[in-house]
């Protein structure tokens, strides 16, 4: 008997997957201006604004969030994303695994308090930054870490809701992931849908797919990390997800926080330790302390770039400098090399003449201040470094605050020059000729090799 085949059921349209959605984020954040959603954006309406704020994005936006380059300049400051409302009654966008989810709310890691709310709240130590003007940071001595708390509670019908279509659902929807590899928790997560998020880790913990990886090597809470989302960060990582899983570039939650100045989200993930390692490599051998110091010198070089008068900016920086204060307080090495340069973080700040991130590097109360400031990156001294600094308007200042840490102008390199042959020619070079002189001593047979 011949049975004719049904046809398949086609969505009524494309549900963005989780690269879309933080490609679409990362864009509304990085434009002048952001765009507006209409109180009752549900469903198909919502795809529409967000197809339409594709368009008004700044030119020279990442393609995508899982290839953009491993330190970025982002000429944007945070910006409070707008709180998205739904008609309970009506579904909001189907997923590609065939399943409604109302759209509650999307990027908002605190939420208003209303009757009914399930209060879950935990501290963090770090001022949280006002998300709508230039940032509230404030950078505290080396052993004062900044002080803020902030809180969130789960909308407990709406997490009934979610728990009771992950009941309903089938095994393989579950655990099924879509062309990217993204499973439902991922989507959840990229959308910040918290309660939806909550109820699925819940199910892929109890089936051990809590740290299933999409096509770029992205586990949920890498994703989470990564879209800027500190609840479901601290909700995964209670449900037990690895918090040292790494991506397809070997980049942990650690390494993706210090590559945007996500302070908050970084305080989030190192409340677990000891569980942590500070001295994880990434494919490139860095730690996410140099990961913070390079993406903190691009910034400033952005900022320089514009005569300083950029506020977000500024904010920007001035977060990514806290990203360095939170590593070292926790316990990161500033005396850890790259693996292919041997650079440290203070090598790292001279070559790139962040003076901001060198006087704070050297404010820090250590022992051994002048071993740290005269080791060697390949035979060079970060006074052979600044010695290269030609043309740079602040090399005097380097030199100088580097002088007068124990920075030794004896010491030679494995060309065997000092740091005075490396200066510019010109009167320029023979006044901080002069300067180098000033401080030499003898030289060490171990200065020799």
């Known amino acids: 008997m011949h049975y004719d085949k049904a046809p398949k059921e086609k969505p009524c349209y494309t549900q963005p997957t989780v690269k879309k959605l933080l490609e679409q984020k990362r864009k509304r954040e990085m434009s002048s201006g952001l765009t507006s959603y209409p109180a009752n954006t549900t469903g198909h309406n919502m795809l529409t604004h967000l197809q339409a704020s594709e368009q008004q994005t700044c030119a020279g936006a990442s393609s995508s969030y899982t290839e953009m380059p491993a330190m970025s300049c982002e000429l944007w400051a945070p910006l409070q994303e707008p709180a998205l409302s739904y008609d309970p009654n009506q579904p909001g966008p189907s997923f590609p695994m065939g399943y409604n989810v109302p759209l509650e709310s999307a990027f908002s890691s605190q939420q208003q308090h209303h009757p009914g709310f399930e209060s879950q709240s935990y501290e963090c130590q770090m001022a949280a930054a006002n998300q709508g003007a230039a940032s509230t940071w404030t950078l505290l001595g080396p052993s004062q870490p900044p002080q803020p708390t902030f809180g969130s509670w789960l909308d407990t019908d709406t997490l009934e809701k979610a728990r009771m279509m992950m009941r309903e659902m089938d095994y393989s929807k579950i655990i099924g992931q879509d062309e990217d590899g993204d499973t ?67 980049q942990n939650a650690l390494h993706l926080a210090a590559h945007d100045g996500l302070p908050r989200i970084m305080q989030v993930i190192l409340s677990n330790k000891p569980a942590v390692n500070l001295e994880a490599r990434d494919f490139e051998g860095m730690t996410p302390l140099h990961c913070a110091a390079i993406s903190h010198s691009v910034t400033m070089k952005a900022l320089f770039a514009c005569g300083m008068a950029d506020v977000n900016l500024q904010a920007k920086a001035e977060e990514k400098l806290c990203c ?126």
């Open 184 to 250: 439902i928790l991922h989507i959840c997560t990229a959308k910040g849908l918290r309660e939806w998020a909550f109820a699925a880790a819940e199910k892929l913990r109890d089936l051990g797919k809590l740290d299933a990886k999409e096509h770029k090597g992205k586990t949920a809470l890498l994703v989470a990390v990564t879209a800027n989302q500190p609840d479901i960060v601290h909700d995964l990582l209670t449900f037990g997800a690895d918090i040292n899983a790494c991506d397809d570039k070997g």
């Open 324 to 449: 360095v204060q939170v590593l070292l307080n926790a316990g990161a090495s500033s005396l850890s090399q790259e693996i292919k340069s041997s650079k440290t973080v203070l090598h790292l700040a001279v070559k790139e003449g962040n003076v901001d991130l060198l006087h704070y590097l050297l404010s820090i109360p250590m022992h051994n201040v002048k071993d740290f400031v005269n080791m060697k990156a390949h035979g060079h001294t970060a006074l052979h470094m600044a010695a290269c600094l030609h043309g740079n308007p602040r090399q005097e200042e380097i030199l100088r605050l580097l002088l007068s840490k124990g920075a030794d102008p004896s010491i030679r390199n494995m060309e065997n020059g000092l740091p005075a042959h490396l200066l510019q020619g010109g009167l320029q070079g023979e006044q901080l000729k002069l300067l180098l002189k000033k401080r030499r001593r003898p030289v060490a047979p171990h200065d020799q090799e």
